[in-house]
Nanobody, 117 residues
Framework: QEELVQSGGSSVQAGGSLRLTCAVS????????MGWYRQAPGKEREFVAQ???????NYADSVVGRFTVSRDSAKNTLTLQMSSLKVEDTAVYYC???????????WGQGTQVTVSS
């Protein structure tokens, strides 16, 4: 059974740092990218960061220079290192794996990140 299990996240003051980790279990074949999305209260889920199979990274404008996405292929994990956190970064963060094969997209269970002023 393929599964994405997230860990990390919590509450932090503005300017602080947090790390999110996503462990991929099971055998998801054909992965072409992995990434992070977030959903703030009352808002739609939005893209945060992505890393491709070729280790090309892409970030939302709002997190450029503050967040870093990385992956460990050997451990099958995805990490989001967040620094200089802002109150507006408060959201539930979801890891995401995209495959060439159905079901095409897998999601983690979500983890809350709260940034206070």
């Amino acid at each position: 059974q393929e599964e994405l299990v997230q860990s990390g996240g919590s509450s932090v003051q503005a300017g602080g740092s947090l790390r999110l980790t996503c462990a991929v279990s099971g055998n998801i074949v054909g992965i072409h990218s992995m990434g992070w999305y977030r959903q703030a209260p009352g808002k739609e889920r939005e893209f945060v960061a992505q890393i491709t199979k070729g280790d090309v990274t892409n970030y939302a404008d709002s997190v450029v220079g503050r967040f870093t996405v990385s992956r460990d292929s050997a451990k099958n994990t995805l990490t989001l290192q967040m620094s200089s956190l802002k109150v507006e970064d408060t959201a539930v963060y979801y890891c995401n794996v995209q495959s060439w094969y159905r079901p095409l997209v897998y999601w983690g269970q979500g983890t809350q990140v709260t940034v206070s002023s």
